[in-house]
């Protein structure tokens, strides 16, 4: 378990945003990402009768919409206790092998990192 209060202040900025996006629109999940610029994109899970994506999907194709074509790093607050292959898999599509994927709880204390890929 890493405190939030041990990460980088970019990092520890992604965990924030995801928490909030997750709180404020009563999702199961919230995800940020930063991109190779620096820009953050987040994003809560999207639950429509014909689309289904996680927060983290979610933040990559906001990243990829807007022009993004490289990640430095994601992260996910949700209550559960890892990050699925398909997000894994959409973070490594962008941000290649190793980019770390942060894990937290509702807490905002990250449990567990991750790289893609």
């Known amino acids: 378990m890493t405190e939030s209060s041990a990460l980088d202040s ?7 945003l995801a928490r909030s996006v ?12 930063r991109d190779g610029t620096g820009r953050t994109y987040a994003a809560g899970t999207v639950s429509l009768p014909s689309l289904k994506l996680s927060a983290l999907r979610t933040a990559v194709a906001m990243a990829v919409a807007s022009g993004a074509t490289a990640l430095e790093a994601a ?3 949700s209550e559960t206790e890892s990050v699925g292959a398909e997000d894994l ?11 770390p994927v ?11 990192t991750v790289c893609a890929g």
């Open 75 to 77: 992260a996910v607050v």
């Open 10 to 16: 970019e990092d520890r900025k992604i965990v924030t």
């Open 22 to 33: 997750r709180a404020r629109n009563g999702v199961p999940e919230g995800a940020a990402v």
């Open 89 to 99: 898999a959409a973070v490594a599509d962008l941000g290649g092998a190793g980019t």
């Open 102 to 112: 942060l894990l937290a709880g509702p807490d905002g204390v990250v449990r567990v």
